[in-house]
Every structure is written in structure tokens, then in C-alpha cells.
């Protein structure tokens, strides 16, 4: 499942590139499910991984994903996308609540895929300044704001032998980044 997932994501992305770096834009979700498969999860939770931003940036559907995938893929990949004809702010807010309530294979997929765009940004800063900002719907502020506020409500319902290490690991760098 979790190859095939890989597969259909390397398709479903192909020619598209990250923001800031010009990277291809499967490094995103492969660094994502490989850093779920890292942290011991199940088979569809890392599929979800690689499949995050499917129905997001493709023309793919996620009944494409259902049919291909299975219901629990779906759901974590459904969980996961936001509705783009909202405005950033509230798509933003929706992940932070989502972060904050959703079940826990939930939290484990979005922080995931928030601590390497973090990750990538911390990267870029270092080679771009304060002009990496201009490449993003929000600036500096906006992103403080949104990341500090899933820092904030991650752990959320979560007992302490359920927060994976990449939690902790996702404060720290909101911390560097942000001060």
C-alpha cells in the first residue's frame, strides 16, 4: 500500500515545484510519510503522508483516493484538505481547530506535514531573509500566528506516551523561527 501510495503521489505531482525552493514537490510528501514510518505508524497513515496534498493541488478527488486507498486513507487525507475557495485566514483557523480536536492519526498527519514546511521555511530563510516571506498568501505575522497556534493546541486529548518525539521537534523550530 505504502509503495503504491508513493507511486500514485509522484504521478499525481508531477512538474509541480515547492514555493520558495524550486524543489520538485513530491520531496514534501515522501520526507512527510517517511518521517509517520519513522515514528512507527500504521500502513495507511504513512500512505496518507505521501497522498496528503493529492486533493488539494491535483485534479485528483478524493473519491480517487477512497477507491484506491480504502475508507481510513481517505478519511486522514479528507481530514487533512483545505478548501481553497476559503480565504487563508480561514483555512488556517480550520486546521488549528482541527489540530486541536481531531483524532489523534489526524494530529500525527498534520503535524507531520507542519513541521517540514517549517522545516523548508527555516532552510529557505537562511538562503532568501526576510524576501521568503513575499512567496507566501500570508507573511511573517500571518505565519507566526498560524504556527504558534498549532504548537499550542497539537498535543491536545494526547497522553504523554502519544506525543511523538517530531511533536516536540515541531515547538522547537516554531521557537527558532519565529523567536
Same mark, same amino acid.
Given at each position: 500500500?505504502?509503495?503504491?501510495?508513493?507511486?500514485?503521489?509522484?504521478?499525481?505531482?508531477?512538474?509541480?515545484?515547492?514555493?520558495?525552493?524550486?524543489?520538485?514537490?513530491?520531496?514534501?510528501?515522501?520526507?512527510?510519510a517517511?518521517?509517520?514510518?519513522?515514528?512507527?505508524?500504521?500502513?495507511?497513515?504513512?500512505?496518507?503522508?505521501?497522498?496528503?496534498?493529492? &486533493?488539494? !493541488?491535483t485534479?485528483?478527488e478524493?473519491?480517487? +483516493? %477512497?477507491? /484506491?486507498?480504502?475508507? #481510513?486513507?481517505a478519511? *486522514?487525507?479528507?481530514?487533512?484538505?483545505e478548501?481553497?475557495?476559503?480565504?487563508w485566514?480561514?483555512?488556517?483557523?480550520h486546521?488549528?481547530?482541527?489540530?486541536?480536536?481531531?483524532?489523534?492519526?489526524?494530529?500525527?498527519?498534520? &503535524?507531520? !506535514?507542519?513541521?517540514?514546511?517549517?522545516?523548508? +521555511? %527555516?532552510? /529557505?530563510?537562511?538562503? #532568501?531573509?526576510?524576501? *521568503?516571506?513575499?512567496?507566501?498568501?500570508?507573511?511573517?505575522?500571518?505565519?507566526?500566528?498560524?504556527?504558534?497556534?498549532?504548537?499550542?493546541?497539537?498535543?491536545?486529548?494526547?497522553?504523554?506516551?502519544?506525543?511523538?518525539?517530531?511533536?516536540?521537534?515541531?515547538?522547537?523550530?516554531?521557537?527558532?523561527?519565529?523567536?
Amino acid at each position: 500500500m505504502k509503495q503504491k501510495a508513493k507511486e500514485f503521489a509522484e504521478k499525481a505531482h508531477e512538474g509541480q515545484t515547492r514555493k520558495s525552493s524550486g524543489d520538485p514537490y513530491i520531496t514534501h510528501p515522501i520526507r512527510v510519510a517517511e518521517r509517520l514510518e519513522k515514528s512507527g505508524f500504521s500502513d495507511e497513515l504513512v500512505s496518507a503522508g505521501y497522498l496528503h496534498d493529492v &486533493v488539494e !493541488d491535483t485534479p485528483y478527488e478524493i473519491e480517487d +483516493i %477512497e477507491e /484506491e486507498f480504502g475508507i #481510513q486513507v481517505a478519511r *486522514l487525507v479528507s481530514a487533512h484538505t483545505e478548501d481553497k475557495s476559503k480565504t487563508w485566514q480561514e483555512r488556517k483557523q480550520h486546521t488549528i481547530d482541527t489540530v486541536k480536536y481531531a483524532a489523534k492519526d489526524v494530529k500525527y498527519l498534520i &503535524v507531520a !506535514d507542519k513541521l517540514d514546511n517549517l522545516l523548508s +521555511i %527555516e532552510k /529557505e530563510y537562511k538562503l #532568501q531573509g526576510d524576501a *521568503l516571506w513575499d512567496n507566501f498568501n500570508a507573511g511573517y505575522e500571518q505565519q507566526k500566528w498560524y504556527n504558534e497556534s498549532i504548537a499550542k493546541n497539537m498535543s491536545t486529548g494526547l497522553g504523554e506516551d502519544e506525543i511523538p518525539d517530531y511533536f516536540r521537534e515541531f515547538k522547537n523550530t516554531v521557537k527558532r523561527v519565529f523567536g
